[in-house]
């Protein structure tokens, strides 16, 4: 009410040619200022509007996207973290298993020794039974040669003339019988 008053006032001031208070031109002011800021507001109401709208989507689109990365190294963090906590059991396993791995390789090359040293002592029997067939044989060659040159001697230095005659005599007529 004070203010139509003023109002009211401010206007008979005009009409009568006088000048206005100041109160009354901080009216205007703030009336400009009101139709300015309403019609901005209708202006740029749809525009801001869609402007925070759109930055609020992007907001929510950056808060789903960090949360779902969240989630995603929350769910990497718990994996790693079981096998962290399988890594004990794990690393038993590859040693219990390197370690059968390593007795059965041990076990092969035992076996495999032991084929080994079976034919090589087949395999030297072998050589030593026909070194020794080849032994005899060559003893025997030269205990028949022996034989026959101790015979010769023998022969050579026992066999007289006549002896030598009558073996040729022998021979010649053992050789005429055969040919009749």
């Known amino acids: 009410m004070r203010m139509s008053l003023e109002l009211n006032s401010a206007i008979v001031l005009l009409a009568e040619g006088g000048a206005l208070p100041v109160a009354l031109s901080d009216v205007a002011r703030v009336v400009n200022l009101f139709l300015f800021v309403l019609l901005m507001y209708f202006l740029l109401r749809k525009p801001i509007g869609e402007a925070f709208r759109v930055r609020q989507e992007g907001i929510r689109r950056d808060l789903m996207r960090a949360q779902e990365e969240r989630d995603a190294a929350l769910a990497k963090l718990e994996e790693v973290q079981g096998r962290l906590s399988n890594l004990d059991a794990e690393v038993a396993a590859i040693r219990a298993q390197a370690e059968r791995e390593a007795r059965e390789e041990g076990e092969r090359i035992a076996r495999s ?68």
């Open 113 to 180: 020794t032991e084929d080994d040293i079976r034919k090589l002592r087949e395999q030297s029997r072998r050589e030593i039974e026909s070194a020794g067939k080849a032994a005899r044989a060559e003893l025997r060659a030269y205990t028949a040669e022996q034989s026959v040159r101790l015979a010769e001697d023998i022969i050579r230095r026992e066999m007289r003339p006549e002896d030598d005659a009558r073996l040729v005599k022998e021979y010649v007529e053992e050789l005429g019988g055969v040919g009749r």
